[in-house]
């Protein structure tokens, strides 16, 4: 890693006499890989939930409403704490912030480990947990792009949204043959070493801002000066939220992300195995096509990154949503014993749209709202979680009342339609600022 101490006149672009002739790489693209191993690490909880429900419920006998709540409060958490996050991490620093995170995860994801009634649950794997996950929660990816680049922000946007399904690609597998080898506290306890194991890395090589180490923005013009810490994070982050209500992009930006939550955190993360065990399939092959899923996450969100820098992001938007809700509604045909060719093909489309929707959304937050646009998003990333969180009680619900997930598909299949019909209605970018900077 090339670490620089040069002055402004002889930052990125602008090469001292003696590094003619050498090609150096911004020091930005190391700060989006130490952010991309942070979100792999903190990744390893969003594999957990779905491989829980079904062992707890054997366990204590809880039914699985009960423990849907537990995910639902974890899912509400995790989005309605990254604006606050957002603004921490300009009062305090990104270091800082998601250090303490990290460590949080780690505590509730242990502590589960000795839990022995239902609150527990709540309180552990709901409260701690969904709180420190939603520190690490996109809005640390938004934050980190915004800062270090100027250009290539949705391609960066797309990479780091990928970090989570590349997660969960690696630890899906590794925690479904623990939960069914060993049980689940064994799943628990790797879930607490992972997000431990990060904290040294966030804390000796991530930096706050190019200004850290002498250089500018990658892609900007000139050398930008760090902002000084901004004092009152809490009443920022809510006046910025009293702001953006009054604005319609930011109804439509929230119900559309509502709904991308609802139909894959909430439904198929949280869902899918145990709907796959109900027609027979094995925990494990379940839990492996979740893992492909994040094979083709990768690959679409960075994809989609890419395509956000080039084409128009609402129209983007409206195309994902719409062949995400078409997918949903086949899914329940599809379930059975075993992995077939049809069942493969929905795995890697789902998978291809499964956050593609992210960089359109952050885009049309930095078009619309400026230099705010990092807490806006945790904001509207907020209502993807709220989303998240009632398909992931409700879906619970279904499943104990009526014995099958069916009407769970169908109804998130009809959402998305809504969701494409939304995202064509945003307006295009205002010709002033919408939010004044705080």
């Not at 992300?257 to 439904?267: E, R, V």
Request: proline letters at 6%; a positive charge; one cysteine or more.
């Amino acid at each position: 890693m090339t670490q620089t101490t040069e002055a402004p006149a002889s930052v990125e672009g602008q090469k001292a006499p003696h590094d003619r002739g050498r090609v150096r790489v911004h020091r930005a693209w190391f700060v989006a890989a130490v952010t991309f191993v942070t979100i792999i690490g903190a990744a390893a909880f969003r594999s957990l939930p779905g491989l829980l429900i079904d062992p707890l419920h054997e366990d204590f006998g809880w039914s699985r409403g009960t423990i849907g709540a537990a995910v639902s409060i974890n899912l509400a958490l995790y989005g309605l704490t990254a604006p606050f996050a957002a603004a921490l991490m300009d009062r305090f620093g990104i270091r800082r912030v998601v250090a303490v995170a990290l460590t949080v995860i780690s505590v509730g994801s242990l502590l589960t480990v000795w839990m022995t009634a239902a609150w527990q649950l709540l309180l552990y794997w709901g409260l701690l947990v969904g709180m420190g996950s939603g520190s690490m929660a996109l809005a640390f990816a938004a934050t980190v792009t915004d800062r270090w680049f100027t250009e290539r922000r949705g391609l960066v946007s797309g990479i780091l949204t990928a970090a989570s399904a590349s997660g969960q690609l690696i630890f899906l597998p590794l925690l479904s043959w623990m939960v069914t080898r060993y049980g689940w506290r064994p799943a628990a306890v790797t879930v607490a070493l992972a997000a431990l194991t990060v904290v040294p890395f966030v804390w000796l090589l991530l930096r706050d801002h190019p200004a850290d180490v002498g250089l500018k923005p990658y892609g900007a013009p000139e050398f930008v000066p760090k902002p000084l810490p901004v004092q009152g994070a809490a009443r920022r982050t809510l006046r910025v939220l009293l702001s953006a209500v009054r604005t319609g992009p930011f109804w439509l930006l929230a119900g559309t992300f509502a709904i991308c939550g609802a139909s894959t955190n909430g439904l198929i993360q949280t869902h899918f195995v145990p709907a796959a065990h109900d027609h027979g399939m094995p925990v494990t092959a379940a839990a492996s096509l979740l893992a492909v899923i994040g094979i083709f996450d990768v690959v679409g969100t960075i994809a989609s990154g890419w395509f956000t820098d080039r084409f128009e992001p609402r129209r983007l938007l409206a195309v994902y949503y719409a062949l995400r809700g078409i997918s949903l509604l086949f899914l329940p045909m599809l379930l059975a014993p075993s992995v077939h060719p049809p069942m493969i093909f929905f795995i890697v489309f789902y998978g291809l749209d499964w956050v593609a929707t992210v960089p359109p959304t952050l885009a049309l937050c930095r078009e619309h709202y400026g230099d705010d646009s990092a807490i806006v998003f945790g904001w509207v990333l907020a209502s993807h979680q709220v989303g998240a969180a009632l398909v992931a009680f409700l879906g619970g619900v279904a499943r104990d009342t009526l014995g099958s997930y069916d009407v769970v598909w169908h109804a998130s299949g009809a959402l998305c339609a809504a969701a494409a019909l939304m995202a064509l209605v945003i307006r295009r970018r205002p010709t002033v600022p919408v939010l004044a900077t705080a």
